[in-house]
Structures are given as C-alpha cells and as structure tokens.
C-alpha cells in the first residue's frame, strides 16, 4: 500500500536523464546542468571536468560532447 502512494504522488512527474550514463540523478533536476537540449548529471559533469586528455574514453567522451554543442 505505502508503494501505490509513493507511485502516486510521483504519477506525471518528468525527471531528466543523463545524456552520457542515461541515469536519473537522486536529486532530479537539481542533480545537474542543462547544456542546449541535454541534461549532465553532476556524476558526469565532475567526471568531464577531471578527464585527462589521452585517457581511456576520452575520445568517446569528446564526440559526445561535439553532438551536445551542434
């Protein structure tokens, strides 16, 4: 019974997903940055800040970057 109320309180609630890992962060919107039409949860951001050039995914990380700024 408690799981119906808690799905009816959250009924037409839209939460965003990340562009990169698709997770919806804990805190909802407030869990990241919006960039033109893409969320970034702020696991993401944090690790899009501290990636070093050359680093395993980089690349993968980049190309996805340039289709969030086109």
Same mark, same amino acid.
């Given at each position: 019974?408690?799981?119906? =109320?808690?799905?009816?309180?959250?009924?037409?609630?839209?939460? +965003?997903?990340?562009?990169?890992?698709?997770?919806? +962060?804990?805190?909802?919107?407030?869990?990241?940055?919006?960039?033109?039409?893409?969320?970034?949860?702020?696991?993401?951001? =944090?690790?899009?800040?501290?990636?070093?050039?050359?680093? +395993?995914?980089?690349?993968?990380?980049?190309?996805?970057?340039?289709?969030?700024? =086109?």
């Amino acid at each position: 019974m408690e799981a119906e =109320k808690r799905m009816v309180k959250s009924k037409g609630v839209l939460l +965003p997903r990340c562009y990169f890992c698709g997770e919806v +962060p804990p805190g909802g919107i407030r869990g990241g940055i919006k960039v033109k039409k893409a969320f970034i949860c702020i696991k993401c951001e =944090k690790e899009i800040v501290s990636l070093q050039v050359g680093a +395993p995914g980089y690349h993968e990380l980049l190309e996805k970057i340039k289709q969030v700024l =086109k």
